[in-house]
């Protein structure tokens, strides 16, 4: 009976001390939340992740309407996100305080799948910048600026201008076309090998690719707790990257097999030769163990952004025929027929002006990667820790009233002079992010944007067909956002 009764206390004891735990670290989460930018009321461990719903984006851009130009974001209990919401205070913090704002925050799905280890993506310090030079280098030596680059991008725009040639003006989804397009360029670039259109391999790497992107979206429970796709129910959702980081392995392993120190054919090659030349006494950031995911990291963020970009590009020109007439009268007033190139890219204010409003509204970066702060810094008041999640809400920023007139407008006038005869460099205008962290590829993209659909203008009129739904221009979210699936007409023009 009284060893009973000790027991009983005992347990009593352990029990009151659980609650005290309890309520002490209740205590200080709040505490902390309340010295946070303010944002919608996080539940206890899984903070906000419910509240994102089927359209995250939906409630982000509600939540910055609300909340103003910063708001805290709670992706369960220790991803805690400090969102900028205003251009300018993105400027302030991104532009002109690079030494704090550019370290980098891993996304947990990502490092679950141990794609993020040695990738310039995700890497920080001497490490990061070290690749980020080698690879910036790397990109220019096969060509991005060159007009090595520009005569490939060239054969591949006639190749795709081929396969829609050959719907004869009928319906078609040219999402296909596109994916194959972008990806060959890339692929060329870091493994060397372009591929056909409907080469099984290709299409299974494609469709792999675009499955990851869709996979990363925040309403997935997978985003936030990785761990889950160990469950052999969920373990299907590592089908995607388990097929990429598998391909890219096989890659390198057959770079090995043929590798000649004098004919360095792509990236892979020269980052061998890398290895080979620093061996042991100089500090080398190439590891020869992970050159599949410095590969893995360009072909994912060079394949899918650009060809999203297209998509919005087709869409949004197919869907506003007076843009459209404008186009084809600067292609044909400018080109005269003639190939275009580059140093086109000036003559053309009116293109450049639609690819830059495709760009903002499509806009296929809602936010930056997750950056944060490398030491505590002080934000309208607020105490924000070392350490911290920081984003960029990129939406929100490309549609804020204070900056943009009439924001959900496409109109690519908005970008040029008052003669229409020049582009507006605005700076509240960031798709490719800014800073120091900002794209690596952005002028690979830009090239990619300008000769493909230069090209295909030149040759052809968009429509979308006759009966077909009217387009819809809401985003299929993942890791970019993407247009919904659509049909256009290719009009061969005279
Ligand atoms: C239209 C196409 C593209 C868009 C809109 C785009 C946009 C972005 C954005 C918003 C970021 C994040 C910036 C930040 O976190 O502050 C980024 C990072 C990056 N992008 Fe792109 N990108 C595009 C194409 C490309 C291409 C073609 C490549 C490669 C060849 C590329 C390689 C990278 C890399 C490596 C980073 C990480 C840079 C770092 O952490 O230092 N991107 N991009």
């Keep these: 009976m009284k060893l009973f009764l000790t027991d009983s206390v005992g347990n009593y004891d352990t029990f009151l001390v659980f609650i005290i735990i309890i309520l002490t670290i209740y205590y200080l989460r709040q505490r902390s939340i309340s010295l946070m930018p303010r944002g919608p ?4 461990i899984v903070g906000n992740i419910l509240s994102y719903g089927k359209q995250p984006w939906k409630n982000i851009i509600k939540w910055a309407e609300h909340y103003g130009d910063v708001m805290t974001l709670y992706q369960g209990p220790f991803r805690t996100t400090v969102w900028i919401n205003d251009a300018n205070l993105a400027i302030n913090l991104f532009q002109k305080q690079p030494d704090i704002f550019s370290e980098r925050k891993h996304i947990p799905f990502m490092t679950h799948e141990g794609s993020t280890e040695g990738s310039i993506v995700w890497e920080n310090g001497p490490a990061w910048k070290t690749k980020r030079r080698w690879m910036l280098s790397a990109l220019r030596h096969f060509g991005m600026g060159k007009r090595s680059l520009e005569k490939q991008i060239n054969a591949e725009a006639d ?6 040639a050959k ?3 009928q319906p078609f989804d040219p999402k296909h076309f596109v994916n194959c397009a972008v990806a060959n360029i890339i692929c060329s670039i870091s493994f060397g090998q372009r591929y056909d259109y409907l080469d099984p391999e290709f299409t299974e790497l494609l469709k792999n690719l675009l499955a990851f992107f869709r996979q990363c979206n925040l309403s997935n429970i997978e985003m936030h707790i990785p761990s889950i796709m160990n469950l052999p129910m969920f373990r299907h959702k590592r089908i995607p990257s388990l097929y990429l980081i598998n391909f890219l392995k096989n890659q390198v392993k057959q770079h090995k097999e ?9 990236i892979i090659d020269r980052m061998l030769s890398e290895v080979q030349i620093s061996s042991d006494e100089e500090k080398s950031y190439t590891d020869p163990e992970h050159i599949w995911s410095s590969i893995l990291t360009i072909f994912i963020a060079g394949a899918e952004t650009t060809f999203s970009t297209l998509m919005w590009f087709l869409l ?4 506003y025929q007076d843009v459209q007439a404008k186009l084809h009268e600067e292609i044909d007033r400018v080109l005269e027929g003639s190939k275009p190139t580059m140093a086109d890219r000036t003559r053309l204010p009116y293109f450049e002006a639609t690819t830059y409003e495709v760009q903002r509204l499509g806009n296929i970066a809602g936010t930056s990667l997750p950056h ?3 030491e505590e810094f002080v934000l309208k008041g607020h105490k924000i820790p070392k350490g911290t999640i920081i984003n960029l809400n990129l939406k929100r920023i490309h549609t804020d009233p204070k900056y943009w007139h009439d924001p959900m407008t496409f109109n690519p006038a908005r970008f040029l002079d008052e003669d229409g005869q020049k582009v507006k460099k605005l700076n509240v205008f960031m798709p490719f992010g800014i800073g120091r962290r900002a794209c690596l590829g952005e002028s690979l993209a830009k090239m990619e944007m300008f000769l493909f659909m230069t090209n295909f ?13 009217q387009p819809d221009f809401d985003p299929v979210v993942g890791l970019t956002m993407s247009p919904k699936q659509f049909k256009v007409c290719a009009i061969p023009r005279g």
């Design 457 to 469: 203008f030149q040759k052809f009129k968009v429509t979308i067909p006759e009966g077909h739904p």
């Design 41 to 44: 009321t996080p539940l206890p």
């Design 258 to 266: 043929t590798f000649d120190p004098d004919n360095i054919r792509d």
């Design 372 to 374: 944060a702060n490398a």
């Design 167 to 169: 719907f004869k003006s």
């Design 316 to 319: 949004y020109v197919a869907s």
């Design 159 to 164: 190749i795709f201008c081929q396969e829609a």
